[in-house]
């Protein structure tokens, strides 16, 4: 996964959200559906397909779905 779109079919199609590119920027709180066990099941989805470890404590710190992107993505 390398781009925020990859990101949005991810979320649509593994995780079974109906989310586009306008609600990555939402509180999570404000996203249709989320859950923690949504963040559990995206971290170890977001490893298996970049191929790196994911720092938990950095996804636990986001509170949009464009800031868990950022800090699985990262530099």
Do not use: C, Q
Not at 38 to 62: F, N
Not at 65 to 74: K, Q
Request: hydrophobic letters at 45%.
């Amino acid at each position: 996964m390398t781009t925020i779109d990859d990101f949005v079919a991810l979320l649509r199609d593994e995780l079974g959200l109906d989310v586009g590119r306008e609600d990555l920027g939402r509180s999570l709180d404000e996203v249709a559906g989320w859950n923690s066990i949504h963040l559990l099941a995206l971290a170890t989805r977001l490893e298996r397909v970049s191929g790196r470890p994911v720092v938990l404590p950095e996804l636990l710190k986001a509170g949009s779905l464009e800031e868990i992107y950022a800090a699985a993505v990262g530099p």
